[in-house]
């Protein structure tokens, strides 16, 4: 460990087991304990942080379900676009032409039958 009270002689070292924890600084005047920063640890526990926030987000998207309709628009004059969905069954005989606008974005009027 090095620190700025490495020049003096009069340093203690504190440890846990193996782990250098801190040192005593001791002087005429007074002690002082300074604390050693685990680099090791920290290092450890912000990767274990971002792999368990990587594995949940990875989760959380996999688990997500897609909505049954996709987003419905409204065009001019009644038509609605309903995205990633099936085409409504035939009827016989239509009332009027679909207009370009309808081709283009795949758009099917909406009926309602009694």
């Not at 309709?69 to 995205?83: I, N, Q």
């Amino acid at each position: 460990m090095t620190t700025s009270f490495d020049r003096r002689s009069d340093l203690i070292t504190v440890r846990a087991g193996r782990r250098e924890i801190g040192v005593y600084a001791v002087g005429t005047d007074r002690t002082t304990f300074v604390p050693a920063v685990d680099v090791t640890a920290i290092v450890i526990a912000s990767l274990t942080t971002a792999a368990l926030t990587a594995t949940a987000v990875a989760v959380a998207v996999a688990v997500r379900r897609q909505p049954a309709v996709g987003a419905v628009t409204m065009g001019p004059g009644g038509w609605v676009s309903v995205k990633r969905s099936t085409c409504p069954p035939l009827r016989a005989g239509r009332s009027q032409p679909r207009p370009w606008w309808a081709h283009a974005l795949r758009a099917h009027r909406l009926v309602a039958e009694r």
